[in-house]
Structure formats: C-alpha cells, structure tokens
C-alpha cells in the first residue's frame, strides 16, 4: 500500500519496532491514553511510521486511534472566507490557520479521556480533490483507546519570535505577503495549538536533511498521488503548481529543523536516501 521497497523492512526491524516496544512500555506505566506526536516535513514517512506503529500495537492487544493534523485541513470554503477577511495565502491549506481547530480539540478530549465509551468518528481529508471527506467515509474507532498517534508536519512546533517574521524567506513571501500580514497571522494562530501540542506526552521528529531534501521529497509525494489519482476532477500538482505551494511551508518548516530536535523526545535523522541513519537519545 505505502509503495516501499522490499529494503524497507530493516528500518522497521531496526527503528520502528524498538519504538513500538517503548511506546508499549510507556502505556503500560500510565493509567491514561498515551498521546504520541510525530513530526516530519513533508516527506518524511510520518504516515508510514504512524500506520506500522498503529499496527505493531493493535497486534500487542492496543487500541490505536492514528490521525494527522492534515485530517482537520477547513473545506475550500471556509478557506476562501479566510483569505477574503485576512489575505488571499490563506485560501491554500497547510498552515496553522487553515484547520478546524475547535474539531480537532473536541475529537482529542474523547481520545485523552480513560472513562469514554461507545463509538467516536474521525475526521479524514481527500488531498486529491482538497476537501475533507464527508462523514460517511470517516473511520469509527471504540472507546477507550489506549494509544493515540498524532502526526503532522508542524505537530509539536511552537511559534516564532515576531521579529524573526520581519524578512521574508522566499519569493513567495517577498511577492505576495510583502507586508508580512500573512505570515504574522499564521504566527498568532500556531500559539492557539499549542493547547492540542501540549497533550502530547512523547514527541518523535523525524529530522530531514534539509529543507532542499523536502522540496525533493513532496514532489515524489504528488507523483505517487497522480499515479493512485484517476478522478477527473483531482486536483494533484504540476511542478510550477507545487513549487509555489511548498513555499507555503518552507518559514515553519525551517522553523521546526532548527528548534525541535532540541525539544522532542525522540529524533530520528534521515539521510537524503530517505534512510534512518540515528536517534537520539538512542533506541537500542
């Protein structure tokens, strides 16, 4: 499903079960749901490492709830109300801002909570057509669950300092935020996630390179989504289309290269080849 090569099978056998055996150990010393986030560029594989974690632990007898900040992503609508009343970046999804917050928390309140029960419904997104899908096609999980995976690319992050927000850092924002309206806004809204961020009890960042190494890295991400994408109405991305969009994403993904692996629980460092070279502190 994940399109990964046969050699895949060593960092599962070298780094991700290691991990799955701690998180297995962690759950068992607490009493409460335990809140993992992962954090990525775009490109990374957090998808791939939430899904082979989800089913490491379902197997050891867990109930996983996995989701992505990219799960909460505004419909095209709300976005263009958005870009209407603040600035027209904002009808691009990605940046804090550009998700249904209030959802996100009400959905974490029920998983964080040990004494829930029955039934509770996931958001998902359809990246291929940019709206989320409808209410048919969300998961349903039971509750309690015993582990909760949240990835996404900026999970974890804390905001800037304003005055580092004062010079742009592509042409992106030199061109079309030239008053820094757009940055400083999605600056202010990061700090209202820091309430979902600071459920989090164990963080794991999977550190890229460098930021050319996710430019490099979402274009392969769009290729396998044209591949698997034979709606006529999909809105998959030509280069020029995703060389402005990952513009989008390059001040905070900077951001995070520079300020998470400090703060993370758990960072594991990829090399351009996408392979895992090392964590810190170490899993074995």
């Known amino acids: 499903d994940e399109q990964l090569p046969d050699s895949f099978v060593d960092i599962i056998a070298n780094w991700y079960q290691p991990l799955a055996d701690k998180l297995i150990q962690m759950r068992q010393n607490l009493d409460s749901p335990l809140i993992v986030g992962i954090n990525g560029a775009q490109g990374t594989g957090k998808s791939t490492l939430a899904k082979f974690l989800s089913l490491m632990l379902t197997q050891q007898q867990f109930r996983v709830a996995n989701l992505s900040l990219d799960d909460f992503y505004l419909d095209s609508n709300h976005r263009g109300q958005l870009a209407r009343a603040v600035h027209p970046l904002l009808a691009t999804r990605g940046v804090p801002g550009t998700h249904d917050l209030k959802l996100a928390e009400q959905v974490m309140d029920k998983l964080a909570d040990r004494d829930s029960s029955g039934q509770l419904m996931l958001p998902r997104f359809d990246k291929a057509i940019d709206e989320p899908k409808p209410q048919t096609m969300w998961d349903t999980i039971e509750l309690p669950v015993d582990v909760v995976l949240l990835e996404g690319w900026f ?130």
């Not at 300092?161 to 600056?187: C, H, I, M, Y």
């Not at 591949?227 to 993904?253: C, G, W, Y």
Request: aromatic content about 8%; proline content about 7%.
């Open 155 to 284: 999970t974890g992050l804390p905001p800037q300092a304003e005055q580092s927000l004062t010079t742009p850092v592509n042409d992106l924002e030199a061109k079309e935020d030239p008053s820094g309206t757009w940055r400083f806004f999605v600056n202010q809204r990061l700090t209202d996630y820091q309430i979902l961020f600071d459920r989090i009890d164990y963080l794991v960042m999977l550190k890229a390179p460098s930021f050319d190494c996710v430019y490099q890295w979402r274009s392969l991400q769009e290729q396998k989504l044209a591949a698997t994408t034979d709606s006529a109405a999909n809105k998959v991305m030509d280069q020029p289309a995703l060389d402005r969009f990952i513009q989008h994403f390059e001040r905070l993904t900077r951001h995070c290269l520079k300020t998470l692996p400090d703060q993370a629980d758990l960072v594991l460092t990829l090399n351009p080849d996408h392979q895992i070279t090392g964590s810190s502190p170490s899993l074995h």
